[in-house]
């Protein structure tokens, strides 16, 4: 168990439609960091935040926005979804410094039909 | 741009037979190099860091090594339970925080 909580496990919606994934870093982690995960892309980094604050943007679509707040758990906005949007979306969180191993939840699971 | 590639894409060991996992990266100034363990349908699992040349971490029947363009990952007599997707990430200095994953190799374990 890493610590890093992702809710929810699976997420099904259709296309056009807007959803909000939801994570709980490890207690102590300030960061926390945003990925996607799809077959023919392999993890790709979206975005991260530090205590609050944007701090880097990744391939982050103009349709997907994520905000952190007081209390360190982030969520990630995704909306007007289409079929491509279908992938595994994880969090990760560490404490301050980028040299500092990141630690993932386990997911959450989008299908768009 | 910061690239890594890991090789082979899939790899088929006998248990108790030994081999070794590589990743190549090209980065601007490395701050750290991240070996991550990967199970079907969960996150991926923080195994080492390496952050530089010439530096070694083990755990049971894994060693990581690095040098200044690539790293290993030695599984020394493995088991089936070794099973799973392996993933190098590189961090890099300047303005990023975010790693750079590999596309990872796939190991099966037959018993």
């Known amino acids: 168990d890493s610590g890093v909580t992702q809710t929810p496990k699976h997420l099904i919606t259709a296309t056009g439609q807007r959803v909000t994934l939801r994570c709980s870093p490890r207690?102590?982690?300030?960061?926390v960091y945003w990925y996607q995960q799809s077959l023919d892309q392999g993890l790709q980094f979206l975005i991260q935040y530090y205590n609050g604050e944007e701090r880097a943007k990744g391939n982050i679509l103009e349709r997907f926005s994520a905000q952190q707040f007081p209390d360190l758990h982030s969520e990630l906005n995704l909306s007007s979804l289409e079929l491509g949007d279908s992938a595994l979306y994880f969090c990760?969180?560490?404490?301050?410094?980028?040299?500092?191993?990141?630690?993932f939840g386990d997911g959450t699971r989008l299908s768009i039909l | 741009e910061d690239q890594v590639t890991q090789s082979p894409e899939a790899l088929r060991l006998q248990e108790g037979e030994s081999s070794s996992l590589n990743c190549s990266y090209t980065?601007?100034?490395?701050?750290?190099l991240f070996w991550y363990r990967q199970d079907p349908g969960k996150g991926p699992e923080f195994l080492f860091t390496?952050?530089?040349a010439g530096e070694e971490k083990e755990k049971e029947r894994l060693k990581a090594t690095l040098t200044k363009k690539e790293s290993f990952l030695h599984i020394t007599a493995p088991k089936p339970e070794d099973s799973a997707t392996y993933l190098c990430a590189v961090a890099a200095s300047g303005s990023a925080r975010q790693l750079t994953f590999g596309s990872g190799t796939q190991l099966t374990v037959l018993p």
């Open positions: 980065v601007s100034g490395l701050r750290g």
């Open positions: 390496l952050y530089s």
């Open positions: 207690s102590g982690d300030l960061s």
């Open positions: 990760a969180s560490s404490v301050a410094g980028n040299n500092q191993p990141q630690h």
